[in-house]
T-cell receptor, first 111, second 114 residues
Framework: QKEVEQNSGPLSVPEGAIASLNCTYSDRGSQSFFWYRQYSGKSPELIMSIYSNGDKEDGRFTAQLNKASQYVSLLIRDSQPSDSATYLCATLGEQGGKLIFGQGTELSVKP | NAGVTQTPKFQVLKTGQSMTLQCAQDMNHNSMYWYRQDPGMGLRLIYYSASEGTTDKGEVPNGYNVSRLNKREFSLRLESAAPSQTSVYFC?????????????FGPGTRLTVL
């Protein structure tokens, strides 16, 4: 059973701090990794994709991938209350394009 | 460019009733997906269609059927609704190719089965 594990949280950080969200996956063959943001009552929104080891930066967001450790993380710099949401980690499963999602980490940014 | 659209947004059914959830995308994507999301269970794949004319079961297909009507549209049917099918249903689409499969989600349908 291929799995993606996330700490459910809630993770609480003060405004302006760095929020660090972590994800581990069991399938060593996973090639693609995604972070989705989901506000309460809304649909998941893709915010980052990463395919190779190392860091990928997009504005205040940085995704980090370590395939040897089967670990992917999302850093949010200068966190804002508007970043408060559930963050879903997903990996690309077997052929056919099926994503495997983690349970999500709830982030709360306090003013 | 509306992206992925779903109808209806909300629905209440009685046990045993049937209904079809509609999904359409205007991004020229070839792959489409149906998920359900329940508290504590995360997103679970019900059915997917890798390309027009093909459909395959996902993790939780029992009680559902799908139709890939054309490249744009992918519908999910509940033939005899049960309270266990109370959930939020999301449709998603993607361009399937090599290692890339960025999926984009519709706004969801909130279904309650009494």
């Amino acid at each position: 059973q291929k799995e993606v594990e996330q700490n459910s949280g809630p993770l609480s950080v003060p405004e302006g701090a760095i929020a660090s969200l972590n994800c581990t996956y069991s399938d060593r063959g996973s090639q693609s990794f995604f972070w989705y943001r989901q506000y309460s009552g809304k649909s998941p929104e893709l915010i980052m994709s990463i395919y190779s080891n190392g860091d990928k930066e997009d504005g205040r967001f940085t995704a980090q991938l370590n395939k040897a450790s089967q670990y992917v993380s999302l850093l949010i710099r200068d966190s804002q209350p508007s970043d408060s949401a559930t963050y879903l980690c997903a990996t690309l499963g077997e052929q056919g394009g099926k994503l495997i999602f983690g349970q999500g980490t709830e982030l709360s940014v306090k003013p | 460019n509306a992206g992925v659209t779903q109808t209806p947004k909300f629905q209440v059914l009685k046990t045993g009733q049937s209904m079809t959830l509609q999904c359409a995308q205007d991004m020229n994507h070839n792959s489409m997906y149906w998920y359900r999301q329940d508290p504590g269970m995360g997103l679970r794949l019900i059915y997917y269609s890798a390309s027009e004319g093909t459909t395959d079961k996902g993790e939780v297909p029992n009680g559902y059927n799908v139709s890939r009507l054309n490249k744009r549209e992918f519908s999910l049917r509940l033939e005899s609704a049960a309270p266990s099918q109370t959930s939020v249903y999301f449709c998603a689409s993607s361009v399937l190719g090599s290692s890339y499969n960025e999926q984009f989600f519709g706004p969801g349908t909130r279904l309650t089965v009494l």
